[in-house]
């Protein structure tokens, strides 16, 4: 694996198959099939040539944190590559949804009543019915968002019943002090006592981990570009 800010091709393209193979082992050692996890690239604060690095060598799943970000990058790419699936992992502010609902694929941070209200007012404005995780704030730290555990039963109701988003799973960052497997444990639990049965959690240094405990999906950023210099 590259270090640093190294981002040239052939060092994604090794990052990339050693993370996936990574995956694959740590699926097969927890008995679960490795092509039921999805690796979610994190390309903010990328720039566009080392994510056409990434869709050379193949890979159409990335995650970006803030809309306008995404704005600036993606819609050129999208257009050359149609089978691209974007995430949005990153919070989202109420007065951004309409845009986000009109360039992602799937949003992953639905925290908050007030945004899952809106959400679906611009889904159905656009035409769209995009998959959406909720975001469980499992350390129930009060910097951070997400719906806090006792509150998520209800708001998953909320959200398919009253709303009709199509909930596919839950999303969840743990607290970086702690160790990830409670959190990975406890979201694995609320999911699967609602009936969903994906899970997007873990990251760089946590990602196998999250594999172990059943993760769907793992988001992915420096260990496959590198870390960046810039803020």
Partial sequence: ??????????????????????????????????????????????????????????????????????????????????????HLIGPLQTNKAKDAVALFDVIQTIDRPKLARILAKEMTAAGRNLPVYIQVNT???????????????????????DLGLNVIGLMCIPPVEEQPAPHFALLGKIAARNGLTRLSMGMSADFETAVQFGATAVRVGTALFGTRSDP
């Fill in 139 to 161: 350390g129930k730290e009060p910097q951070k968002a997400g719906i806090f555990p006792e509150d998520a039963d209800a708001f998953i109701t909320e959200c398919r019943e």
């Fill in 1 to 86: 694996m590259s270090s640093g800010t190294s981002n040239s091709k052939g060092d994604i393209a090794a990052n990339f198959d050693a993370i996936t193979g990574r995956i694959q082992e740590t699926a097969r050692k927890w008995e679960r099939q490795a092509t039921a996890v999805d690796l979610i690239a994190v390309s903010k604060r990328q720039p566009v040539s080392a994510i056409e690095a990434a869709l050379a060598h193949g890979h159409r799943h990335f995650g970006e944190n803030r809309v306008q970000e995404a704005q600036e990058k993606w819609p050129d790419l999208k257009s050359r590559y149609t089978d691209i699936e974007l």
